[in-house]
């Protein structure tokens, strides 16, 4: 079998470095997917590269890149009922293949010699057990200690990965603890056996910008205290070039780039990296049209698309010319919210009332045609001040003013009106979309409610419009939205709020679960979408990069409260309120002068 | 109205009591004759038409209730969802057959419908417990908060959005239903509520078979187990392709 590795190895680009000490070699990994009624699927195809002792490596790419099944297969994970390794892949650890283990060889290197970081922390953990004997498991299993020096070890492992008081955490349970400290205890599991090899598979993508750069910053720390090596899967650049000696680009199960982290984000060599370095919204790219892959793809080298060179003076620019945008002269605005404040009741015991203040004190104006942001964490109250304005929570308390009506205290018959008239897009558009109804009928249920139109002949035709305004094809009518990935959901999502006409559409989060490309077509799609209709945006998100290319004022959101408030630019050049400072100081960025 | 009306007629007529076991299997019927040498093989047809219309009419009415209160207090929540559950928690309190008997003596009227009254108005809890814990669940996605967000009206968001997305559970209740309504309508007709002493159903038929099966006649069993569970097999096989047939995500 091994005369098959010359002949695949033409389609591979070279291993990255040559350095004589490799902890793990991968060489020509491919994994088939096989399913009894469908025909087998290529999950990575002729994947190589080495991981050097004691340096990081990046895997980078978006969802079914193929970067998770390449982890898996590294870690003999991968369910051995229908997924295929190719008999010519090879995986050495250590001089040692992996591949042909059995199941008592795996136990001796699995956690203890490779350990692995999942996404989710609070799946990973069993929310039965203290993490204290979580961790002390792993020690008793792999280190054979009895168990109360098993958990005075695990005592000295919390304090290793940062959690505050670890004599008493020990004794928590997972639900006890934050996102971030979860993060932490699964990191000292992973620490436990004092692995040579480190697998973290998206390890911060489900916690706060904030919290993501502490976690970033112990994973460096314990890297270089620990001396192991380091597999990072990831799909943020930013972390990349942050953490990472060597990154291997991958799209559709290939590896499209390979090198040294500095070449490959000063001098990328590929179109998708370069797609992907440059589709992401940044101060340069304010107020221009993102690139999509697809530009990328099929742009010619040195075409039109010199113009990406961005010159930082020009940035800076436009940051200092106030240009006086309008939504400050205008009175009447078309939205205006006033001191709104919503409580959630949440019954204590029975003398006190543990009520929890989701939102205190919110007010902004939204003029027609202008995009208002809101940023803030998990948790910050951003996602229900959206959902009060169109009374799907009712507010505890204050005014929001449509054309000077107030839309919370007037009646359901009355506000029925009004709901025309403001839409919102969802963040998850697996979930927003009614499985059962095809969306033919998702696109013609608003306007049969509302009367819009007459019969089936009419609701089709204006759904056709609908369906291509959004950029989507005619055939898409009569599916199911199963049948669609996310980034075309979230465009049927976009065609229903509009199916109506509205004047403002709120967008929850709206472009937070799709991949950074899509994300791109999708902003890109909204802001021609606001130019052509005149729509208002009230754009809710946790992400600073993408609110502020979105938006004209902004609103950053901590603990229910407003802290800071003003225009976007200004807010971002000069940030005054310390939340804010330390929101956008958190946010990765690309580490080094980009080539693209 | 009955194809076997007059076949029926006549082999009640044949009726003479064998008394032993050999000349009860030694006639030219295919599962042999009970104790007072009826055919078995009729009575089984003939008891089919019983079983089958309380179990599917008393299952619909017991999976209709329970669907509809465990929606209603999901969806409300509230004091509507109090209520029910303190009518829920009275019925489930009370042993199952003291209050199939209660109602049956309340009630005070015999025959087939009776016992569908009886089996449907105590059989719904199960589907009201699971019903509501669904709509509790759906009433917060995202897709239903969209369907407020375009003005669908609660009832519409109830009936249109959530219900075709919950309907595996009812069919999945419907036919676990139909089997236990059989089977309760066994004890019905043996306590004297149900079809009468000259009815024929899979039930009656049960309670014959303790007193057969102590002179070693053991088919007429046998038979009416048989055609249950043929029975049973197919309304799961029939309420499982119905469940795929309403799902768009399987490939017809």
């Given at each position: 079998m091994k005369t098959l590795n010359s002949m695949a190895t033409r389609r591979t680009p070279p291993p990255i470095a040559h350095i004589?000490?490799?902890?793990?070699?991968?060489?020509?990994?491919?994994?088939?997917?096989?399913?009894?009624?469908?025909a087998p699927v290529r999950a990575v195809e002729e994947v190589s590269f080495v991981i050097p002792r004691e340096r990081t490596v990046a895997l980078v790419?978006?969802?079914?890149?193929?970067?998770?099944?390449?982890?898996?297969?590294?870690?003999?994970?991968?369910?051995?009922?229908?997924?295929?390794?190719?008999?010519?892949?090879?995986?050495?650890?250590?001089?040692?293949?992996?591949?042909?283990?059995?199941?008592?060889?795996?136990?001796?290197?699995?956690?203890?010699?490779?350990?692995?970081?999942?996404?989710?922390?609070?799946?990973?953990?069993?929310?039965?057990?203290?993490?204290g004997y979580q961790l002390a498991e792993m020690l008793r299993i792999h280190k054979r200690v009895g168990g109360q020096e098993a958990l005075s070890r695990a005592r000295d492992l919390l304090e290793e990965v940062g959690i505050p008081e670890p004599q008493k955490r020990v004794h928590a349970y997972p639900h006890e603890l934050s996102g971030g400290q979860q993060q932490r205890v699964m990191i000292a599991m992973a620490l436990a056996c004092e692995p040579e090899l480190l697998i973290a598979d998206e390890p911060t993508t489900a916690l706060d910008v904030t919290v993501q750069r502490q976690i970033m910053q112990l994973l460096a720390e314990l890297?270089?205290?620990?001396?192991?090596?380091?597999?990072?899967?990831?799909?943020?650049?930013?972390?990349?070039?942050?953490?990472?000696?060597h990154a291997v680009v991958m799209r559709k199960g290939t590896v499209r780039e390979a090198g040294p982290v500095k070449s490959i984000f000063s001098a990328p060599q590929d179109p998708y990296t370069k797609?992907?370095?440059?589709?992401?919204?940044?101060?340069?790219?304010?107020?221009?049209?993102?690139?999509?892959?697809?530009?990328?793809?099929?742009?010619?080298?040195?075409?039109?698309?010199?113009?990406?060179?961005?010159?930082?003076?020009?940035?800076?620019?436009?940051f200092n010319t106030d240009q006086g945008s309008p939504m400050h002269a205008s009175e009447h605005a078309l939205l205006e919210v006033q001191n709104l404040r919503k409580v959630f009741k949440r019954s204590g015991n029975w003398f006190k009332r543990?009520?929890?203040?989701?939102?205190?004190?919110?007010?902004?104006?939204?003029?027609?045609?202008?995009?208002?942001?809101?940023?803030?964490?998990?948790?910050?109250?951003?996602?229900?001040?959206?959902?009060?304005?169109?009374?799907?929570?009712?507010?505890?308390?204050?005014?929001?003013?449509?054309?000077?009506?107030?839309?919370?205290?007037?009646?359901?018959?009355?506000f029925a009106k009004y709901k025309r008239r403001l839409q919102i897009v969802f963040q998850n558009p697996y979930a927003s979309l009614n499985p059962r109804f095809t969306v033919g009928e998702i696109l013609s249920e608003p306007m049969q409610l509302h009367g819009i139109g007459a019969g089936n002949a009419d609701w089709e035709k204006r759904s056709l419009a609908l369906l291509d305004k959004v950029g989507m094809p005619a055939s898409a009518l009569k599916r199911y939205p199963f049948e669609f990935s996310g980034g075309q959901r979230q465009r049927i999502a976009i065609a229903r709020s509009l199916s109506l006409s509205p004047e403002v559409v709120i967008l929850d989060e709206a472009v937070s679960a799709l991949d950074v490309s899509v994300q791109a077509q999708v902003l890109n799609l909204l802001k021609d979408l606001q130019k052509d209709l005149g729509l208002s945006y009230l754009f809710i998100s946790h992400d600073l990069e993408v609110v502020r290319?979105?938006?004209?004022?902004?609103?950053?959101?901590?603990?229910?409260?407003?802290?800071?408030?003003?225009?976007?630019?200004?807010?971002?050049?000069?940030?005054?309120?310390?939340?804010?400072?330390?929101?956008?100081?958190?946010?990765?960025?690309?580490?080094?002068?980009?080539?693209? | 109205m009955d194809p076997i009306a007059a076949q029926w007629e006549s082999a009640q007529k044949a009726v003479k009591p064998s008394g032993d076991k050999v000349n009860a299997l030694a006639t030219s019927l295919?599962?042999?004759?009970?104790?007072?040498?009826?055919?078995?093989?009729?009575?089984?047809?003939?008891?089919?038409?019983?079983?089958?219309?309380?179990?599917?009419?008393?299952?619909?009415?017991?999976?209709?209730?329970?669907?509809?209160?465990?929606?209603?207090?999901?969806?409300?929540?509230?004091?509507?969802?109090?209520?029910?559950?303190?009518?829920?928690?009275?019925?489930?309190?009370?042993?199952?057959?003291l209050l199939i008997l209660a109602i049956a003596a309340v009630l005070n009227t015999k025959g087939t419908m009776a016992v569908v009254i009886i089996l449907g108005t105590t059989g719904?809890?199960?589907?009201?417990?699971?019903?509501?814990?669904?709509?509790?669940?759906?009433?917060?996605?995202?897709?239903?908060?969209?369907?407020?967000?375009?003005?669908?009206?609660?009832?519409?968001?109830?009936?249109?959005?959530?219900?075709?997305?919950?309907?595996?559970?009812?069919?999945?209740?419907?036919?676990?239903?139909?089997?236990?309504?059989?089977?309760?309508?066994?004890?019905?007709?043996?306590?004297?509520?149900?079809?009468?002493?000259?009815?024929?159903?899979?039930?009656?038929?049960?309670?014959?078979?303790?007193?057969?099966?102590?002179?070693?006649?053991?088919?007429?069993?046998?038979?009416?187990?048989?055609a249950m569970s043929i029975f049973v097999t197919a309304l799961s096989l029939l309420t499982d392709s119905l469940r795929d047939a309403l799902d768009p995500k399987v490939i017809h």
């Open positions: 004589s000490d490799n902890l793990l070699e991968v060489k020509n990994l491919t994994v088939d997917f096989i399913s009894a009624s469908k790419g978006e969802s079914g890149s193929g970067k998770s099944v390449s982890a898996l297969a590294i870690m003999g994970l991968l369910p051995s009922q229908n997924a295929k390794v190719a008999l010519h892949s090879a995986i050495e650890y250590d001089g040692r293949s992996l591949l042909n283990l059995t199941r008592p060889e795996w136990q001796l290197i699995r956690g203890s010699r490779i350990a692995m970081i999942f996404q989710d922390p609070m799946t990973s953990l069993n929310p039965v057990y203290t993490v890297r270089e205290r620990r001396r192991m090596a380091m597999l990072f899967i990831t799909h943020d650049l930013g972390l990349v070039s942050e953490v990472a000696d797609a992907l370095l440059s589709c992401r919204p940044s101060a340069e790219r304010q107020g221009k049209r993102l690139l999509t892959i697809d530009d990328w793809m099929s742009a010619q080298p040195s075409s039109g698309l010199v113009h990406q060179n961005f010159d930082k003076s020009d940035a800076s620019a436009a543990d009520d929890f203040v989701a939102v205190e004190d919110v007010s902004f104006k939204l003029q027609r045609g202008q995009t208002v942001g809101l940023v803030g964490e998990s948790g910050s109250g951003k996602t229900t001040v959206g959902l009060c304005l169109l009374r799907l929570h009712e507010a505890t308390a204050g005014k929001v003013l449509f054309e000077g009506q107030n839309l919370l205290d007037m009646s359901t018959q009355a290319y979105m938006s004209d004022t902004l609103l950053v959101m901590n603990k229910g409260q407003v802290v800071e408030q003003g225009d976007a630019l200004r807010i971002y050049a000069q940030p005054q309120h310390s939340y804010t400072q330390t929101l956008l100081a958190a946010v990765p960025k690309v580490q080094h002068a980009m080539g693209v | 295919p599962m042999g004759s009970d104790k007072w040498g009826r055919d078995v093989l009729s009575k089984t047809i003939k008891g089919a038409e019983t079983s089958i219309l309380v179990g599917l009419a008393a299952a619909l009415m017991a999976t209709v209730l329970g669907s509809v209160l465990g929606a209603v207090s999901g969806w409300y929540g509230g004091i509507v969802d109090d209520l029910s559950n303190w009518l829920y928690n009275v019925f489930h309190s009370i042993p199952g057959i719904w809890t199960g589907t009201y417990r699971l019903m509501r814990g669904e709509y509790l669940k759906h009433r917060h996605r995202d897709y239903v908060r969209a369907a407020d967000a375009i003005g669908a009206s609660n009832n519409r968001r109830m009936f249109v959005h959530i219900l075709p997305n919950v309907s595996h559970v009812i069919l999945v209740q419907f036919s676990l239903l139909t089997v236990s309504c059989i089977k309760a309508e066994v004890i019905l007709s043996f306590l004297g509520f149900g079809v009468p002493v000259d009815g024929v159903s899979w039930g009656t038929m049960l309670t014959e078979a303790q007193n057969d099966l102590l002179v070693g006649i053991w088919w007429q069993l046998l038979a009416a187990t048989l």
